[in-house]
Every structure is written in C-alpha cells, then in structure tokens.
C-alpha cells in the first residue's frame, strides 16, 4: 500500500506540476518546493517501512496533514487563480 500510496503522490506531483506550467500559475515554485518536501517525507516512511521501523500513527496522521494543508489549502489555490484568470476575460 505504501508503495502504491508512494506512485500515485508522484503522478499526482507531476500531472499537477505539468498542468501549473501550463496555465503560467504564479506560485509554481513554492508549490513544486512543497511536492519535493512530501516526496522525500513518503520517501523515508518507505524506507522505514522497508527496515521494519515505520511508526503507522505518525505515517497516518502525515497522510491526514498532507490531505488536509496541501490538497486542501495549497491545491485549492490552482482552482482560485484559474477562477480569477477566467474572471479576467470576461
Ligand atoms: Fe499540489
């Protein structure tokens, strides 16, 4: 599962990093600096996992945060500034 969980953070980082590039989103860098900080957080649960030493509360509860603050926060930003571009050719 975790693996699994790993491949889809790292499609879903370069579809969405792909799809900013496009629409010239002006917080590119900052959000593509918080998928490589997610990246290398599910990187270590791996490699933890993979030693036996995971801690599943902790990886849960960084699943939950990463829902929460970046999906729900900086994610939702995309959808607003595409909302205010198209306002803008009205
Ligand atoms: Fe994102």
Redesign the pocket.
Known sequence: MLGEVLNYAQS??DA??TYMKKIGYPDLDE?IK??KKLSHVLSAYKSDFNNNKINLFAFKNFLFVWVKD??MD??IK?GRYIKDSEKHLD
């Open positions: 879903h980082f969405e990093e959000h918080q998928h970046h999906i900086e994610d995309i």
